[in-house]
Structures are given as C-alpha cells and as structure tokens.
C-alpha cells in the first residue's frame, strides 16, 4: 500500500463525493434564496425520512417505496454493465404490474403460493418486454436506447388502454383493475407504511444481482461484453448471448419492481401507473454507480428523501417537496459531470509519472503494466 | 364540415410543439449527437417564455427568452459533450431537474400549487389576406398564431441549409467526426452550433405551449413532447423532408384521440398508431443498415458496445486529429499499480 495507491482511491472516491457535496450546496442555496434554514431542512428531511417513532415509522414508508426502486434500479445495473444501454425500466415495470395484478385476480391458489405465481407472472412479462430491444439490438443494430423509448410509451398508452377497458373493475372517473385476492397480497410487517416482504425480496434480489454479475462465469461473460468487447470476443464469449441475458434478466428485475408495488402496497393497476418508478431506478442505477449494492443502497437514500421531502419539508417547513427530487438530479449532472474530469486528472497525473521517470533514466517506465486506466469510473 | 376543419385545426395546435422538438432532434442527431434533453428544453422554453412575458408583458421577448433558455441548456450539453460526459446520463439528469426546478420555482414565488397563470394575453391569430375570409379555410386558420407558421418555416429553412456548403459541414461532421476533422472541419464547433440551435428551437415550441395556446404554465407542461419529438424524428428517418409529417402523425393523432372519446373509443387506442409506426420505422431501419452498415453507425454511435458483425470493418487504429471530441486520444500506460 504506497502512496499512490491512497492517492488514487481518495480521488476515487472523493471526486463523486464532491459531486454530491455541491449538489447539496445548490440545494442548500435554494432552499435559504426562500428564507429557510437549510440546515434545517436537511435534518427535517432526515427526521422524516429515516426516523422511526412508537406510533408511525418513517423509515419503513421509505424502505416500502425503496423496494419497487430498487427491484428497477437492479434491472438498470444488470442491463447498463452488459453494454445494454436500455433505459426500457419504466414499460418493464408497469407491464409487470399489470401482469401481477392480473394473475392475482384471475388466479386463486393457497397464501403461500399464491404470490410467487403472480410474482413469476410480473418477472416473466417484465423479462418479454426487456428481451425485445435486446433481440432488436444483437440481430438488427437498432440502438437500444431510441428503441426503449417508443417501448416505453406503448407500455404506458398500452397499460391505460387495458385498465380502462377491458380489466377496468367498475364505472369510475379513474380506471382501475379488481383488487387482488388477499391470498396474493406480500406479507405486510407495519399495516400504517405497508413495510413488508417486498423490502426484504428487493435485498434477496440486491445480494443474488451482486452474486450473479460477480461471481458467476455467466455474470462474468455479461460483464465483459459491457466493459472489454474485444477481450469477451476473443475469449470466445458470445456478446449476442449476454445481451440476450441482460434484456431478459434486466427486463425480468423491473417487472418483479411493478410485481411487488402491486402486490405488497396498491393490491391493484390503476391508470398512470407508469408514473416514473422505473426511471428513478434508472437513475438509482447510475448514481449507485451501476453496481447491485450500490443501487440498492441509493434507492433507500432516494425514496427516504422522496419521503423526507413530502412528510417533512412541505408539512414541516412549507418549502416545496420538489427539492428533494431537484437535489437527486442535481447529483445525477454533477456526477456525470465529474466522471470525465476524474479520467483526465487522472492521465495527466500517469504521464507526468512516466515523464518525470524517464528524466530519471529509469526503464521501468516503459514496461506494459496489465492495468487499465478509467475502466470503471 | 365543421367538424373536419375543427378536426384539422386542433391537430395543427397539437402538432406544432412536436415539430419544433422533432426539428431539434433532427439537427442534434445529424450532426452525430444523440440528444436526449430535448424534453427539458422544451419544459424549460415554456417556463421562461411566460414568466418573462408575464413580467414585461410583450409576448416577442418572451418566445426570444424562451429559445435562450432552451440554447443554454444546447450550450450546456456541447460543452459537456467536449469534455466528455456521458451525454445520455446527463440528458435524463437534465430532465428530471428542469421538470423539478420549474415546479419548485412555481410553488415558491409564482404562488401557484400546479398552475401559473400570469393573465397575459395569448400570441394573437396570423389574419392571413384572402384565405381568412373563406368560409371553411377560416376555421382551419382560426387560433393559428405566427409560431405555428414559424414551424413550417423552419422545415424549409432546415432542408435549404442542409443544401448549404456550412450544412453538409454539419451532416458530414455527423456521418464521419474523425474524417471531417482531418478534411478541417472543426468538429466540436459545429456540434455546438447545431446542438444550441436545437435548444433554441426546442425552447421556441415549449413557449408555443405556454405563450403561444394556453397563456398559463402548469406541471410537467411539455408532457413527453420532448420524448414524442424524438420519436418522431426517428419516424421521419432524420430527414427534413418528411420531419413535419412524421410529427403530423402524432399531433393528429392527439387531436383524434379528443375527438374519438365522445364516441367511446379509447383515446389511447389512436395513439399507438404512431408510436407503433416509429417502432416499425426504427425495425425497418435496422434491416436496412444490416445490409448499409454506414447507416447504422449513425444510430449506434450512442451505445456502449459496438457489436460488430464478425468480419467486418478492419480496424486500424485512426490517428486523432486535433479537434475532435470523438476518439479521446490512447491513454498512457499507467503505472499506478506498482
């Protein structure tokens, strides 16, 4: 452990933090521009997110709203580290919603079944919707960003056709589905927030996501189609199969988002489902770095904030509870902002080391080093 | 008849956003730049369109601030583009924060809880000579005020400077960065010329929506245009020529969708037509580009991995010209590990 070495990971990890810290700041700025403390804020938005009191915990609403966040900010990390540039979450997650809802309804087995039917129905039409621009991707070259955009919105118009006409439950100004049977209902530990079994699948889901690209030859394979093409071609890893997994997995990941929403806190689809659950994964996602554990861990952190700055800022302090989602993006640019800042800073620091080496004499310097610089910024 | 030219005019209204948006996209994406923030310049073009009308009361100055707004967040996006930054992350970022930041601003000194309404009075109708004194033309031509007729002209304006030595810069720095760069092109200034007129008109259709029709601001105002606008561009291939009715398709079917709910039919239900038409364009593209993979750079340039087919394209190392933005130049070794 040299001093280099210490360099590198304090720039690693303090570059993105600064990101953060000023994001922050612009918040802070924005909230005292109203003539409110923003240290206030801050810790009532703490209070109100993350506390937990005798009689109403905050903390489990949070983790309750976290757990579809999670589940999509998953499929992002399983579809963005295969190279599969799919932002196709949300249409993935209210299609399996609707899936969930469906078979909750339609289908009658015993309590402990019964959820696992619905919930593999979410998983199965999540993962139909997300193969889709994969198979477009490998075979045809279409660009699978563009492509899950227009997916996204025939989800949605797809959705809100299906819920006002032919599952809509009853006459009513809002469509909406027949509620699910209570056998298919997630176990609810706290009936107030509606924390249950959903959170704890959202981590079952965060650890097997971790397992599966870390430490399998398959997640291995995805992995290396996203970050070294060349070498997973060479190796003889077949890059259409792993985009194939990524759409199928990823896709199944953000329909299990809409399954548990449905079957652990709505019990039915109502129209404008679609309501942006699977792009706040996305971003989850990224913020986390596009790695399993870190998005679970910003998908807590965003729905706490969420939760934080409806409960608290607006009730609390009368400032509008759009800061907290303006803060989240304003860490989103900033770090986007900061990645190709930390590559730069980074060669320039490599080049004056190899020059200041050769001024030496030493020829050390030339000799290839089997490291590659910014792979993971 | 009444109906038809109602029909007509309504879907003109509902078009005329998506064009400025298509128009945007079109130019961003053929000067080789996927941009995805058209959604928060439109958002962001409605919101300081009306608040600096409101504020000064002359509509003008608030469609000319509209399309500053919306060229600050293009230059913003060029200049991110120069050094580097993912440019999708930053466009989803983007859009989230204006759709965000204008509710918060509203909420905090506009007074209003989803709804600004300043009390201006809306862009006035174009009176055109003859053609407004015809029985049914006039009600075609009702309501229709001098941005929709900007939008038609800024077809023909876009299609001409294709035709000009500076567009087919443009369209030659999109097709091949690194080998108009060595043609000495600068690169980069095109992309921000290009990327800022886009904020520019992208902003003008936003203050279309707030200025121009409803005279009011509310939440979430360009309501997917921006996403629609790209689409439809993709519908339209990229291509100037067939830019406005690509966006027809979409803003007609809006308009039927209003008109079919008295009849009981679902609104939505019109509405895939053209989203499933822009899927069947984007499939047909891709078969077209498997067998002209020129094309299909084009469309790939955004993603991570090029999958290339195998036995394909050598791959000699280019040289990196001064003046792109495109091909960061080979890192040095790094000796960090030792």
């Known amino acids: 452990m040299n001093r280099e070495r210490v360099e590198r990971i304090l720039r690693r990890v303090g570059l993105p933090l600064t990101a953060v810290l000023v994001a922050l700041v612009v918040g802070a700025v924005l909230v005292a521009a109203l003539g409110r403390s923003p240290v206030d804020a801050a810790s009532t938005v703490i209070q109100a997110g993350f506390s937990c009191g005798a009689d109403y915990c905050n903390l489990g609403g949070s983790l309750a709203l976290a757990s579809p966040i999670i589940f999509c900010a998953l499929g992002a990390v399983v579809s963005l580290r295969t190279g599969l540039f799919s932002i196709g979450q949300e249409g993935q997650y209210a299609l399996g919603g609707l899936a969930a809802a469906v078979a909750g309804y339609g289908i009658v087995l015993p309590a402990g079944l019964d959820p696992v039917v619905c919930l593999a129905a979410a998983a199965a039409v999540g993962a139909l919707w997300g193969v889709v621009p994969a198979l477009l991707k490998a075979f045809l070259a279409v660009n699978e960003l563009i492509i899950t955009i227009v997916l996204n919105a025939i989800a949605g118009l797809l959705l809100d056709f299906l819920v006002n006409y032919p599952l809509r439950a009853e006459a009513s100004t809002v469509g909406y589905t027949h509620a699910i049977h209570e056998s298919a209902r997630l176990p609810v530990f706290d009936v107030s927030t509606k924390f249950g079994v959903a959170f704890v699948l959202a ?34 890893m077949s890059s259409v199969g792993s985009v194939l997994r990524a759409g199928l997995v990823g896709g199944a990941l953000a329909g299990l988002g809409g399954g ?35 998005a679970g861990l910003v998908g807590v952190f965003y729905a706490g904030i ?17 800061i907290g989602s303006t803060v989240l993006a304003l860490m989103i640019v900033f770090l986007a902002a900061q990645a190709p800042l930390l590559t730069r800073i980074e060669r320039t620091i490599s080049r004056r080391r190899v020059d200041r080496d050769l001024a030496r004499g030493g020829t050390d310097a030339i000799a290839p080093v089997a490291h590659k610089p910014g792979a993971r910024s | 008849m009444n109906e038809i030219a109602d029909f007509v005019n309504s879907g003109i209204r509902l078009t005329t956003p998506i064009l400025f948006a298509a128009l945007a996209s079109m130019i961003s994406a053929r000067a080789g730049v996927l941009n995805l923030a058209i959604e928060s310049k439109v958002l962001a073009g409605a919101f300081v369109g009306i608040l600096v009308a409101g504020a000064t009361g002359n509509n003008l100055l608030g469609v000319a601030s509209a ?14 583009h120069r050094l580097g930054v993912d440019l999708v992350v930053l466009a989803i970022g983007l859009n989230i924060l204006v759709l965000q930041l204008t509710v918060y601003l509203m909420r905090s000194y506009l007074g209003g ?11 006035p109708p174009v009176v055109v000579p003859v053609l407004s004194d015809l029985p049914v033309v006039d009600q075609v031509l009702a309501r229709l005020n001098w941005i929709v007729y900007l939008g038609g002209a800024l077809v023909v304006l876009v299609a ?52 121009g029709d409803l005279g009011l601001f509310t939440r979430n105002m360009s ?12 519908l339209a291939l990229n291509r100037p020529a067939f830019v406005a009715p690509a966006a027809a398709v979409f803003g007609f079917a809006s308009a039927a969708s209003i008109r079919l709910q008295q009849f009981d039919v679902p609104p939505n239900l019109t509405q895939f037509i053209p989203q499933g038409a822009a899927f069947i364009a984007l499939v047909v593209v891709g078969l077209r580009a498997k067998s002209r993979r020129d094309v299909s750079r084009l469309w790939r340039r955004s993603s991570r991995i090029p999958l290339r087919w195998p036995g394909r394209r050598p791959s000699t190392p280019v040289p990196t010209p001064v003046g ?13 590990d030792r």
């Open chain 1, 260 to 294: 548990v929403q449905v079957l652990g806190t709505n019990y039915r689809v109502i129209e404008g489902f679609s309501d942006g659950t699977g792009l706040t994964g996305l971003t989850a996602a990224i913020l986390g770095g596009t790695t399993a554990l870190g």
């Open chain 2, 160 to 211: 001409l400077y294709f035709r000009t030595r500076s567009g087919r810069h443009l369209l030659a720095v999109g097709e091949a960065p690194v080998a108009a760069a060595s043609a000495g092109l600068d690169v980069g200034r095109t992309q921000l010329v290009a990327l800022v007129a886009a904020g520019a008109i992208a902003g003008v259709g936003g203050a279309f929506l707030s200025v």
């Open chain 1, 203 to 236: 981590v079952v889901a965060c650890v097997l996501v971790w397992f599966y690209l870390g430490r399998t030859t398959a997640g291995y394979e995805q992995r290396m189609s996203g970050e070294a093409i060349a070498f997973a071609r060479y190796s003889g």
């Open chain 1, 306 to 322: 969420t939760v934080g700055a409806v409960n608290g800022l607006q009730i609390v302090l009368g400032v509008p509870r759009e």
């Open chain 2, 113 to 123: 809880v989803g709804t600004y309404s300043p009390g201006i009075d809306r862009i």
């Open chain 2, 67 to 80: 399309a500053a707004a919306g060229a600050l967040i293009g230059l913003l996006l060029a200049a991110a």
């Open chain 2, 223 to 234: 309501g997917d245009r921006g996403w629609i606008g790209i689409t439809a561009a993709l």
């Open chain 2, 324 to 336: 792109t933005v495109h091909d960061a130049p080979p890192a040095p070794p790094d000796h960090s």
